[in-house]
């Protein structure tokens, strides 16, 4: 069993290393020097917005107000063009690991279940590895 988790974190410490984590760390980064009032701006409008939806949801008196600046700043932040590359990584990447986990399940057995594309298990939950 040893052998076993040695091994998973010498694959841990190869994810670590991959090219494309080491690219996302560092636009997660650079967001976070560049966009420092747009992300406290988002910050503070999902704040509101959970609150609104924790007291009312749609029919609190502040509702559209508060799911409009909340609109705003989430555009405002996701449309920069770091953010929009930011996400495009994280999305070619998480098909890379979910493309991993399932040649792994596969190598294992072909009833384990693992995440589709969207990440979303469609099939039961057991596996029957005979």
Excluded: W
Aim: charge should be negative.
């Amino acid at each position: 069993m040893t052998d076993i988790i040695m091994q998973a974190y010498q694959v841990l410490d190869e994810i670590k290393n991959d090219p494309m984590y080491q690219a996302i760390k560092s636009f997660d980064q650079m967001i976070i020097r560049l966009y420092q009032d747009e992300i406290t701006k988002f910050q503070e409008a999902k704040k509101a917005y959970d609150q609104i939806m924790n007291e009312g949801g749609t029919y609190h008196p502040d509702y559209k107000e508060t799911i409009k600046l909340f609109s705003q700043a989430k555009s405002e932040l996701y449309q920069k063009p770091e953010v929009v590359t930011y996400f495009e990584l994280e999305r070619q990447f998480q098909d890379e690991l979910n493309a991993f986990l399932t040649d792994l399940s596969r190598s294992v057995s072909n009833h384990i279940t693992t995440p589709n594309k969207l990440g979303i298990v469609t099939k039961g939950g057991s596996c029957h590895v005979r």
